[in-house]
């Protein structure tokens, strides 16, 4: 694109961008959930069922122990945390195949199927958070949280995290089919070590010291402190997983660079 | 106008890289109907890819002065599990043009009657092809890029194919691959042959044809 200056290109570039995203949200919706019964609102209504159910087991399993801790907010969080960063880099592995096709289209850039798909991805799992947070506190099974925006800014590091990380394995995996066969063991793997399950507070020092190396475990403390903050002791640092997400994404857009260059439209 | 300076085009296979395309050097001006000639395999679609700007080369330049369309051919450019009318949207959408306006155009000019609402994946070839050509002519381009398309279907569908595209755009600039040789004799003012990688260009249509009868020897 010939143009002046970087910003006069940049400008010319963002009405493009932004026709192009919304064209593959709209098809990403239709493909994937269609126009069949409730249609668009599994989007929140599938990861709103998995945390219902968990928050569930937790809850009656919780009970026993006789802690003073909100069970159903722990739960709440825990488990909507999970579902943010874990689902997104599902999602986004294996993702450009199938929209090989609309490659033939010059501005249908392999970031922008990923992005589309990560949109969709963060918004359900927003959604589902909030729809469940509002259910619970107007029955008053919760409390409201102590600090809404601690809340939201813990939850957006996670959402960051949980892109870049899909970003990077999408890269990836375009290049070796191994990402995705170890991605699912990982996940599994990964997720009693997210903080989902436990509070940092209660474990011993050293596997605290641990523990805090895994920056899901940062985001979920500082979900739970702006949520029930007042009781319990919380342990994050918040520029620990910005750090990381920082670095990740960069690796990420380096990857996509290559594999966007090499990609063949069928 | 279009420019395509030295371009280099690797794949990657199993048994390493192999070449493509090899230094092609090609220009396309305001108005020039240019058929592209080549055995199968010779890269004439990684080519049309590359004019269009939906594959990257591996070195070398493309200059776009113009608008350029996709590769117009029977296969891709379409989500097939979805339907004609959704497949018409989403590349309105990300041309900018609204879906709403064109979509009777693409009815009559597709002839799909009731089939437009179905999953592309049940159609065939024909029925794609006129889809995909519909489609096509609903964004106006300075240059049209057009991979065989025009070659299938019956006589009532070149008719149309001709018309909208010879006549209503006359004006403009087209790119056309085919082994159909009477079809590019017909339509085109200007021929080049794609030969192990390399593109000889040619001012006389006849002798382009000399040369790829030749080659194909």
Redesign the interface.
Known sequence: M?ADSTFASLRAAW??QR??L??LL??EV??RYGRHNIGFLWLFVEPMLFTLGVTALWSLTGASHGTSLPIVSFALTGYSSVLLWRNMPSRSIGAVKP?L????????KVLDILLARLMLEGAGATISFTVLSLIFISIEWIQPPEDLLLVIAGWAILAWFGISLALLLAALAERSEIVDKLWHPAAYLIFPLSGAAFLVEILPKNAQDFLLYVPMVHCTEMIRDGYFGSKFHAHYTPSYPIVINAVLTLLALAQLRKV??????? | MIRLENINKF??TRRGARQILNSVNLSIEHGDKIGILGRNGAGKSTLI?II?????PSDGRVHR?MS?S??IAY????????TGI?NL???C????VDPKSRIDFVQQFSDLGEYLYEPINTYSAGMRARLGFAVSMSIEFDCFLIDEVVSVGDSRFHEKCRVELFEKRADRALVIVSHDAGYIREHCTRAAVLVQGQLHNFDEIDQAFEFYESSMR
């Open positions: 010939a009405p493009i026709r192009v919304g064209a709209m098809r239709l493909t929209n096709s609309l490659m033939y289209h010059r501005q249908v966007s260059r090499e990609v063949i439209p069928e | 794949y990657h890819r269009s700007g939906a594959e990257q002065g350029a996709w590769p296969t891709g450019a379409f989500q097939s599990a979805l959704d949207r989403f590349i959408r990300i041309y900018g």
